[in-house]
T-cell receptor
Framework: QKEVEQNSGPLSVPEGAIASLNCTYS??????FFWYRQYSGKSPELIMF????GDKEDGRFTAQLNKASQYVSLLIRDSQPSDSATYLC?????????FGQGTELSVKP | DAGVIQSPRHEVTEMGQEVTLRCKPI?????LFWYRQTMMRGLELLIY????????DSGMPEDRFSAKMPNASFSTLKIQPSEPRDSAVYFC????????????FGQGTRLTVV
């Protein structure tokens, strides 16, 4: 089992829809959780982080964490073509920061 | 702050040659990570340092790879000898203390070994 797993994608949604990205992790001792966005040919950039169970909202983005289920998700409301990118889930395990394979999101106009 | 700075941005080298990638972390950050990204394997953690000390190098693929952090503002990743399968984008990232902080990435070095 991989340490951090994500939907294989690609995920295609129409403009204005909600995009839902999911991630599971194997280490119950994981402490903090991050979502990064990576455009083609660019480096990953942080868009959200969450430490506690529940939801955290920032603009059109909502991160959800369920430690009992070892599950993290990212919702993007009112998806825009500019949201088209690969979304990487990352988990802090002690000092290490482990990434999933990423989910490619395509928002169609 | 200028962010994490990596050099070179692109490197093309012949098989068997030594390659050195460089990274300057964000000032004040005391954790530094080296990652390798390929289409097949995604973003793999190679090694990470805390306070200039290598903490976990279990991701380093083999003895051909080595990494150093001689001081808080500089790190290198060396491949000797390089092989075509080392071709990838190598990222350096840094984060602040506490073990929970987010990491910020450099622009990456695209390495091609021919």
């Amino acid at each position: 089992q991989k340490e951090v797993e994500q939907n294989s994608g690609p995920l295609s949604v129409p403009e204005g829809a909600i995009a839902s990205l999911n991630c599971t992790y194997s280490d119950r001792g994981s402490q903090s959780f991050f979502w990064y966005r990576q455009y083609s040919g660019k480096s990953p950039e942080l868009i959200m982080f969450i430490y506690s169970n529940g939801d955290k909202e920032d603009g059109r983005f909502t991160a959800q964490l369920n430690k009992a289920s070892q599950y993290v998700s990212l919702l993007i409301r009112d998806s825009q073509p500019s949201d088209s990118a690969t979304y990487l889930c990352a988990v802090r395990q002690g000092g290490k920061l482990i990434f999933g394979q990423g989910t490619e999101l395509s928002v169609k106009p | 702050d200028a962010g994490v700075i990596q050099s070179p941005r692109h490197e093309v080298t012949e098989m068997g040659q030594e390659v050195t990638l460089r990274c300057k972390p964000i000032s004040g950050h005391n954790s530094l990570f080296w990652y390798r990204q390929t289409m097949m394997r995604g973003l793999e953690l190679l090694i990470y340092f805390n306070n200039n000390v290598p903490i976990d190098d279990s991701g380093m693929p083999e003895d051909r790879f080595s990494a150093k952090m001689p001081n808080a503002s500089f790190s290198t990743l060396k491949i000797q000898p390089s092989e075509p399968r080392d071709s990838a984008v190598y990222f350096c990232a840094s984060s602040d203390s506490g073990g929970l902080g987010e990491a910020f990435f450099g622009q990456g070095t695209r390495l091609t070994v021919v």
